[in-house]
Each structure stands twice: as C-alpha cells, then as structure tokens.
C-alpha cells in the first residue's frame, strides 16, 4: 500500500503482504511482481536469465512514496518492471549491508546517493546501473533501455558488473597505516568545520542542512572538553576549544528554536530544507532524537552555570525525552523507529501531504485560539499568507501554510503586547495545549514505522542514560529516563537476544527480523555502558563484556584488523569496513570508544581490547591521514585514548549521592565509572577488573564513608571521602 493514498482494499496484494518491514509492507498493493531480498527471487532471475531491479529505502522516506506513487502503484510501469525483471524491494534498515554495497556503487559511479536507491543487478548480483529517484517518464525509458542492453548485449553487463565488483573488492583492501597522530587531525577537523560554520544560522554548509551530530556536535563537544580541562593547553587551542563548544552550541540553540522542532508535540524533524532550520523534511526519526539528546546534554555540561543557553538546551533534552516516551514508544518498551513525512490532513481525506500533520494556517490558529491568537502567531512566526518560501516547497504542499518556530524571545513578545514574561510563558503554553489536543483529536498521525531496531534502541539508551545522569535537578525526569533506558535493554534482551548463543537480532515486529549487523552490536554496547554508569547495576556491564566477544567473534578481521560492517552472508558479495560517518556514527567508531572504555571496566582484558582498539586506527588509518572529517566519530574516540581515561571507583549506595551528582555534573569524555556497593559487591566483574578485585576481596566495611578513588593509567589513588577534594580532583573546564 502506497503511504500517498488511502487503503485500497479492492487491489489484489503481491508476495509483500507476507513481510514484517513496514516499509515493504506499504508496497503491498503495487502491481508490480516485488520480491524480497533472498534465494526465492535470486532463483527466479536465474531460472527465466533476468536482470535484477533492486529498489532500496524506508518508510518515512517523502521521496520513496513518491517514486511508489508515480511508479510502482502504475499499471504501464508495473508491466513493464514484471516483464523484464525480477523485482526486488529493501527495507535499508532492516538491510543495511545490502544498502552499504550497493550505496556505495552508486556514490562511486554518480559522486552522491540517496533514497530511493534503484539499482540494476546481474544475475550474479552485480550492479551495472544505479540511480535514485527518477520521474516516471524517465524511469520507464530507463526500464526499457536497459531490458534491451541486457537482451542484446548481456555479456556487457556482465563484464560491467565484475569489474566493479572487483574495483570495490581493491577499493577496500587498503594496507594499514601504523602510529598516528591524533592531534593534528583533531585540528583538522575542526578547521575544516570553522570554516564551514554558518554563523549566521547555526550549522554546517548551506540548503539542505541536517543536524549530523556524529560529523560535527558530537566531535566539537569532545574537541573542546579535550582543551577545556588540560591546564597545559597553550592560548591558541584553549581559544580554539571556546570556538569548538560556541559553534555547537549555537547550532543546537537553532535547530531548538527552529521549525525542525515540532513545537506543538516535541521532537525533531530529520533535516530542514533551507538554511534557517525552518522548513522541514517532515519524517521523524529514532536515532536523531537520540543523538540530539545526547549532544544537547553533553554541551549542557560545558557551559557555565550563567550561559542562557544552557537552559535552551535543557529544554531541548526534556523535549526529546518526553516526545520518544509519548510518540515512539511499545507497551513492551522498545522505541520505534520512525514517523513518517506525509499524512492525511483532515479524517477524511483521501490523499496524504508532506507536513499535513504539523503545519496552519493563520486562520486556523484564530479560530482555535481566539484572544491567545495574536500573541501567539507573533511568536511562532505565522503569517496570513503562509510563511513557507515557495523555493523550499517543490511539490506546492505548504502553500498558505505556517511551520512554527520560535521567532521571538519570551521576553520580545512580552515587550511587543505589553505584558509581563510569565503571563507570556502562560499563554503560549495554553496555546500549545490547545492545539495539541486540537491536533491529536482531529488530525490522522502520520505514519507509524514500528519496527524496533536494536542499534537505534542503543542510541536511545545511551541519551536517557545521559539525561538521567545530568538532569538530576529535576529527580522526576531522571527517574523516568532511567526506567525508559532500563525498558528498552529489557525489550531488547527479552525480543532480540539468544541467550544461549550470545547474539543480537536486528529488528523486531510480530517476531524477529535479520540477524544483527556490526551497528547493532557496536550502538547497543555503548548503550549498555552507559546504562551501567547511570544505574550502578552491575548485570548491564557483564552484558556488553559479553556482547563485546561476541562481535569479536563475528566481525573482527584477525588478519587485516579492524571490523566488518556487515554480518556473514553469502549474498553479501563484499564485507565492507565502513568507518565514515553519516547520519549516525559509524559502527566501528564507536566499537573503537566501546573498547577503550573495556579496557578500563574489565582491566584484566585491556591488552587484548587495546590490540584490537590499535588495529581499528591502523586499518583505517589511510583514510584517517586524507580525510579525517569523515571520520570525526573516530578521531573523537582516539582522542580520548590520547588523553588518557579518568576511572572513578564509587563506593557507596546512596540513591541521592553528592560524589556522583559531582561527577556527572562535568563534561568528562574520558571518565569511566565504577561502582561498588559495600552491602552488595559486584563479584562477576572483580573477576576481570583487578582494582575493584582488591577492594572486593578485601572485603569493604558495609558502614565504610562514602568515597571515590580516581585511577589513572590503572593506578589507583587513596579514597576521597570529602566532597571538597573530589571537586578540587575533577577537570575544570576553563
């Protein structure tokens, strides 16, 4: 079923109707012969020697319903594909080493990419002919074309697909490169971003801008701890690290402010396509929600107690929690994955619009709002015509529309209408009420992508872990994110774990989808860390001990270093090893972070994690030395190494304890923390952490104070039992 149109019960249903993937599921009505990925449809190419048509991309892609729209759901187009291919249909979520191989053919032969993926195979699964979208006149002469060069010179594609399936093979066969020098390629990447800072808007280059936070928040926010906290840092990189944490922050300050927020419900959109962070591609997605949480607090720990733009982003961190805990969230716990761009404007519409759920007219807001309206249009931003450009409006949807977005301060509107701050914060809050309830009463909510991805539930995780940690002021709130954390491991160890074998599965909805990719383990396992920290259980860091073998085991290459990307599979004709980022951090990235944080929590190990560690930054270390940029997650994790971890040794019990709001209270990248609980020592990990086997099996006095050791280099100090001292120990961030 195309999401551009209602349930069209009188179409007959193709083989999708049988799959879990929302997204293929919304390809269930298309006339067109669709397969999913698997020897079924590999067999049929081969049996009736036709090529292969690969369409790849998600549910919540706009582009994606367009092409099934104008294309898929067309009789003459449908023929045409039936006749003269077999075709094939992936959920790039679900298939992420399909989408990484043949992404990367794309990029290669075009120089970009994107979804809809459309790719034409050989029988033999090489790709010889790739593009995106294509409007449907050209992609029925593109259809056509290539069905009679596969008829009258098949040897051609054939030849064609083996040599680039040979060139990625060399491509990814790069030599290691030994001892490299992190700092400079730091600096690096921070010039590069200065210089491509938008100072006016917030961001990073021009139309269209995402938020991106593994390519630019995240590495900032790491780049100007580094500095912050040396006190042997010379003027210049203390200066430069200031410059790191302001262009950050200010980016985040406008994305907040900006029609990317839904400012009635909360939550982020996936990009804005101008360069004010004003009209948004509409879909909603998991893993920006988690990553602009986590950089919201990581940046919140930064900044002074008298920046105004701390509370901007406390309020951002708040948003995103109460938004994924309302909106993506299962009975059972797990996190969806997306909502979708379009919807249908009223109950009874019968054709789906981009942003339909989201945006007004001022007509609208008058009449629902009546005497709070004026105030409210002057804060938002809302026109009487509209106040959506046409250039940012390709398709004419928003036309006379309003996308909200903070356009004046509380205090600009207090001083406009005459009227004191407050009344002003409680008149748009019974606005927004009003609207919401408007919204959720009237307004069909857009399509729901409810498949439960392990590695984007481990995004999640590691933000509520943070939220808990560092919004500790409002207990509530950090109760809350702790247990939505907590839930989503549950969900994932109950719904997506063989115990018995160790292994993660991919994805979940009405059972269990493809087995688990290297993002999976690497996002879920930094999750767990977090979560160990935040919670003091010690069953969530046995875990990752655990879950961290087991990638080993399946994605470690013992003879080239490093990691795959991608699980074992026959029909993967590559194991690539992807270490550039892109919407989300690479995986091997943060297997590198992962690692390094191991090597301190189980420190009888750390010969072996830092082998490994070392071995990821060699096999990735031409591309480190040419382009670092693209690898900022990684360069951000190496830094940490460079510095130095900090592991503290909390001692104690306290549920409200002022030693850990001290230690959270402070941006520390490089901190590792550790807990014991003298009424219940954790014994599973002093097997494999000698410091805390010590203090173990020394047996603690249950009545003991409260303490902190700091352990550096895996040298332990004597316990700090004065909160004093302990603040005088931590980094200062100056």
Not at 603 to 610: F, G, L, R, S
């Amino acid at each position: 079923m195309s999401t551009s149109t209602g349930t069209r019960s009188d179409r007959p249903v193709n083989r999708l109707a049988q799959a879990k993937s929302p997204y293929l599921l919304q390809h269930a009505e298309n006339p067109v012969d669709w397969y999913e990925w698997g020897q079924e449809a590999f067999d049929k190419a081969k049996r009736e020697n036709k090529p292969i048509f690969l369409s790849v991309g998600y549910s919540a892609c706009h582009w994606c319903h367009v092409l099934a729209h104008e294309s898929f759901e067309d009789e003459v187009t449908a023929k045409i594909m039936n006749e003269h291919y077999v075709n094939i249909k992936v959920d790039r979520e679900e298939r992420p080493d399909v989408d990484r191989l043949y992404m990367t053919f794309l990029q290669a032969t075009s120089g970009g990419g994107g979804w809809p993926m459309s790719v034409w195979l050989t029988l033999d699964l090489h790709p010889f002919f790739a593009g995106t979208y294509f409007p449907p006149g050209r992609f029925r002469q593109i259809l056509l074309k290539l069905a009679e060069v596969w008829e009258d010179d098949r040897e051609r594609c054939i030849q064609s697909g083996k040599q680039v399936i040979e060139a990625l093979k060399e491509g990814s066969n790069i030599a290691p490169k030994h001892d490299i020098e992190i700092k400079p390629l730091a600096s690096e990447v921070f010039k590069r971003l200065q210089k491509r800072f938008d100072s006016k808007n917030g961001g990073f280059d021009g139309a269209p801008k995402f938020p991106s936070p593994a390519q630019t928040t995240n590495f900032l926010a790491r780049y100007a701890a580094f500095y912050l906290s040396n006190p042997n840092a010379s003027v210049e990189e203390k200066k430069n690290a200031r410059a790191a944490r302001d262009m950050a922050v200010y980016t985040m300050v406008k994305i907040y402010n900006g029609g990317i927020r839904d400012v009635v419900g909360g939550g982020f959109s996936r990009y804005s396509v101008d360069e004010r962070w004003h009209v948004p591609h509409f879909e909603k997605m998991l893993y920006d929600e988690a990553q602009l949480l986590s950089s919201a607090l990581e940046l919140y720990q930064l900044l002074p107690e008298t920046s105004q733009d701390k509370k901007t982003l406390e309020l951002m961190a708040k948003d995103i929690v109460s938004y994924v805990a309302r909106d993506l969230r299962s009975p059972e716990g797990g996190f969806y994955s997306a909502e979708d761009a379009d919807s249908f404007p009223t109950n009874d519409s019968t054709v789906k619009k981009e942003g339909a759920f989201y945006v007004w007219t001022a007509q609208q807001l008058d009449e629902l709002l009546g005497a709070d309206a004026e105030l409210f249009k002057y804060h938002f931003g809302v026109k009487a015509e509209g106040n959506c450009d046409p250039l940012h409006d390709v398709q004419g949807e928003l036309a006379g529309q309003n996308v909200l977005f903070t356009a004046h301060t509380p205090e600009e509107t207090a001083k406009q209408f005459d009227k004191p701050v407050d009344d002003v914060g409680k008149s748009l809050a019974r606005s927004l009420q009003v609207l919401r309830e408007y919204r959720d009463k009237h307004r069909p909510r857009p399509h729901l992508d409810d498949k439960i991805l392990t590695c984007w539930n481990g995004l999640m995780i590691s933000g509520l872990s943070r939220a808990h940690e560092v919004l500790n002021a409002d207990p509530e709130l950090a109760a809350e994110a702790l247990k939505l954390a907590e839930a989503s491991a549950g969900f994932i160890r109950k719904y997506l774990y063989d115990e018995q074998r160790g292994e993660l599965r991919r994805s979940y909805r009405e059972g269990q989808g493809p087995v688990g990719q290297a993002d999976d383990y690497a996002f879920f396992i930094q999750g767990l860390l977090d979560l160990y920290e935040a919670s003091a259980k010690e069953e969530y860091l046995l875990w990752a001990i655990r879950l961290q073998e087991k990638q080993d085991e399946l994605f470690y290459d013992a003879a080239g270093g490093g990691y795959y990307a991608s699980a074992p599979d026959e029909h993967i004709l590559i194991r690539m090893k992807d270490a550039q980022d892109g919407a989300e951090p690479s995986a091997v990235s943060i297997t590198l972070s992962n690692l390094q944080r191991l090597a301190h929590f189980a420190e009888d190990k750390h010969a072996a994690y830092n082998e490994k560690a070392k071995s990821i930054l060699a096999s990735t270390g031409q591309l480190l030395s040419r382009a670092p940029f693209a690898l900022a997650s990684m360069v951000s994790a190496a830094m940490m190494a460079d510095k130095g971890y900090m592991q503290f040794i909390h001692t104690g019990n306290a549920a409200d304890s002022p030693f850990l709001r001290l230690i959270r209270s402070v941006f520390i990248p490089n901190r590792v923390l550790t807990h014991l609980d003298p009424t219940n020592p954790p014994r599973e990990l002093a097997k494999v952490n000698g410091s805390l086997r010590s203090l173990v099996e020394g047996e603690v006095d249950k009545q003991s104070k409260e303490n902190v050791r700091i352990c550096e280099d895996f040298t332990c100090g004597l316990p700090i039992d004065d909160v004093g001292e302990l603040k005088r120990r931590l980094p200062l961030l100056l």
